[in-house]
């Protein structure tokens, strides 16, 4: 308290007293025990209520004990039971989580992880994926700025995320405790097999598979690549102590239309402990029609090529890039993609009023809007000539396909010449256009459709920045090269608009997130929020059938099928007020990724415990570890010391106390006559 605080309430209590005496002593005629209580009861209230007033700050000083956090990260995935360490691993966490002298030094901390990381204290061991990675993420998250250990007990292998071993923090050591039995056994294993999704009929398709052999001898394998009963390829492979793996290239013929289910598999005369991983499912699904689209530019642009590999990716879609002149006929071609327009692309709008193909205008510095005004009635621009840097927005109302937001509003501006841009007609606006924080209400990615011509629209150009900043944000093309995607398929398809569109894939991985996305339109076209869209499953070989509801998205509706085992499917999507359905089929392929593994990987958890400066330690070391942790001296408790201040106007008994003295004051006067 301050000098000034305590002078007020010295003050305060010669007030106090001075204002009792003069009531109950000053001139009183008798001084009974009675006024005693009564000058006493007075000089309480009068105190309180000046204390009140003055509202001194109260300081409170205690001591804490903050601990070291200990994190103790179990492996939930299903590798545990196929390794055959699920009570090993039980019992070790047991033995750490429950030493009383490590729960005296460290406050623990138990976790779980397989596709996913979350706080834990009891294991199902059914995870479908391995993500390491995520411990390191998390950890990181959670105890920012702290120094701590970490305790992995896990087998090391992982099948999802980045490499784990240099994504700990250096500065925090990570102690692997390693599950699973360390002896080598011989092991053949498909390791990767890479395939298109898509053939096409009486075309070859490629097929590159990496063998890999674990083993102390030279032995011979035979591989080979079945459908059904019929062998398509077969080969002797050969491996050796020094030769641990093999890749084999296969052209096979797409000469059957449709899904097709492809197994390959190596086999030899050697005893295996673990069979599931000779043995790998793959389909392709053949097709007899492709989409030629045409890319037509008379200039050369970063945004032609970025262009190019993204509708390529889909192998249904092939690319040609062309100037104007050079096309001979325009039914060549399935889409034309219009690379910033000027006059010279005048024979192409004229041939194609006759064509009716649908086009995908795209904008820059260099288009001739006054042309282009002519050729087209969607859009209507009056543009000057100063450039103009447009960022886009995404507009979630957006209804005529299903489309996710890809972090579009971060993406690096458009470059287009600066006007007004105004809609004529039925178009619908994708991304709405931004100068820097100011909406322009034009478009900058819209779409129209007369008369069954379907038209798009992006204004502006250097959209293969967006490409580049996807991949920087996603470590990946694929979400913006499927948005690209999607634009094709739309443009491509001829089909009238229908009031229920389904989005599925035609096969699945079993382990994989099987995610089946649905929208269903009213008579307007417009997209039903409150649509009951619900999905009937039902297993070819079993009958087993089953129910989901879809719930609704952004602006979908989807269902999560995780949990259906191998095997053919057909499903029926419907909407229950209108009673419109959609039907299809998919396939599960027989692959688990967590039984291809016969030992932990010791060599990985190695890197990472070397990588932090720390140890790896097996199940018969686990007292070891305990020792270790409990020996660090770089793990103390830390003794803090914690000041709470508090104004006397916030302590409620005050309150009561005054209350209490001033009505007991009354009730005594009023008892001895003295009112």
Do not use: C
């Not at 499912?281 to 492709?290: G, H, K």
């Not at 458009?414 to 924080?437: E, M």
């Amino acid at each position: 308290m301050t000098t000034n605080t305590i002078l007020l309430l010295l003050l305060s209590l010669l007030i106090a007293g001075g204002l009792s005496y003069f009531q109950y002593f000053y001139k009183a005629k008798t001084k009974s025990k009675v006024n005693l209580v009564l000058a006493f009861l007075r000089f309480l209230s009068i105190f309180a209520i000046l204390l009140l007033l003055i509202n001194p700050i109260i300081t409170r000083k205690t001591l804490e004990i903050v601990k070291t956090p200990l994190a103790v990260v179990v492996d939930n995935s299903s590798s545990i039971i196929d390794l055959k360490a699920k009570e090993t691993a039980l019992k070790s966490y047991k033995k750490i989580i429950q030493n009383k002298d490590l729960q005296e030094k460290f406050d623990v901390q138990s976790y779980q992880f397989d596709s996913e990381f979350q706080s834990s204290e009891s294991f199902s061991f059914k995870g479908t994926q391995t993500n390491l990675d995520e411990v390191a993420k998390n950890l990181k998250s959670i105890y920012k700025n702290a120094t701590f250990p970490t305790v992995l007990i896990t087998d090391g292998n992982q099948t999802s995320g980045n490499d784990y071993v240099y994504s700990f923090d250096t500065n925090n050591k990570v102690y692997p405790l390693i599950l699973g039995d360390t002896t080598k056994f011989l092991d053949l294993k498909v390791n990767q097999l890479n395939v298109n999704k898509y053939a096409f009929h009486k075309n070859k398709f490629p097929v590159e598979v990496f063998l890999q052999y674990s083993g102390n001898k030279s032995i011979n394998a035979d591989f080979s690549i079945s459908q059904g009963n019929s062998v398509l390829s077969k080969q002797t492979v050969s491996f050796s102590p020094s030769k641990k793996s093999v890749i084999v290239t296969i052209l096979l013929p797409a000469d059957k239309v449709g899904l097709q289910v492809f197994v390959a598999k190596i086999l030899s005369k050697e005893k295996e402990k673990n069979t599931y991983n000779n043995t790998k499912n793959f389909a392709v699904e053949i097709i007899d029609q492709r989409t030629n689209v045409a890319i037509v530019s008379v200039i050369n642009h970063p945004d032609i090529g970025a262009l190019k590999r993204a509708i390529e990716t889909n192998a249904q879609h092939k690319v040609t890039v062309v100037k104007p002149k050079d096309i001979k006929s325009l039914k060549d071609f399935t889409i034309l993609i219009l690379y910033q327009p000027t006059t010279e692309f005048k024979s192409v709008f004229e041939d194609n009023k006759l064509a009716a193909i649908n086009t995908f205008i795209i904008t820059g510095n260099n288009t001739d809007f006054n042309f282009l005004n002519q050729q087209q009635s969607n859009l209507v621009f009056k543009m000057s000539g100063q450039k103009e840097d447009y960022l886009a927005e995404f507009n979630s109302q957006f209804n005529l396909f299903a489309i996710d937001n890809l972090g579009f509003e971060n993406f690096p501006p458009l470059q287009n010449p600066f006007g007004t841009v105004t809609t004529n007609g039925t178009v619908s606006t994708l991304l709405v256009s931004k100068i820097r924080n100011i909406a322009t209400n034009s478009p900058s990615l819209a779409f129209a459709e007369n008369q069954g011509k379907r038209s798009a629209f992006l204004l502006g150009e250097n959209i293969w920045k967006w490409r580049l900043q996807s991949h920087i944000d996603n470590q990946s093309f694929e979400k913006f090269d499927v948005f690209i995607d999607k634009i094709i398929q739309f443009l491509s398809s001829d089909n009238s608009k229908k009031s229920l569109v389904v989005n599925h894939e035609n096969f699945y991985n079993s382990g994989e997130a099987i995610e089946i996305s649905a929208q269903y339109f009213n008579k307007n076209y417009e997209f039903d929020e409150k649509a009951r869209l619900t999905i009937s499953v039902s297993n070819i070989k079993t009958k087993q059938t089953k129910n989901y509801d879809l719930l609704k998205g952004n602006n979908s509706f989807k269902v999560n099928l995780d949990g259906l085992s191998a095997g053919q499917y057909n499903f029926n999507v419907k909407e229950l007020s209108s009673k419109t359905t959609y039907s299809s089929h998919f396939e599960i392929l027989d692959f688990d990724i967590e039984k291809q593994f016969v030992n932990p990987d010791g060599e990985k958890l190695s890197q990472l415990a070397t990588q932090t400066q720390a140890k790896v330690h097996y199940p018969n070391q686990v007292e070891d570890l305990i020792k270790t942790l409990l020996e660090n001296q770089n793990y103390k408790a830390i003794q803090k010391e914690i000041a709470t201040k508090s104004p006397l106007i916030d302590w409620v008994w005050l309150l009561i106390l005054i209350a209490i003295s001033l009505a007991s004051e009354w009730f005594v006067r009023k008892y001895n006559g003295m009112l």
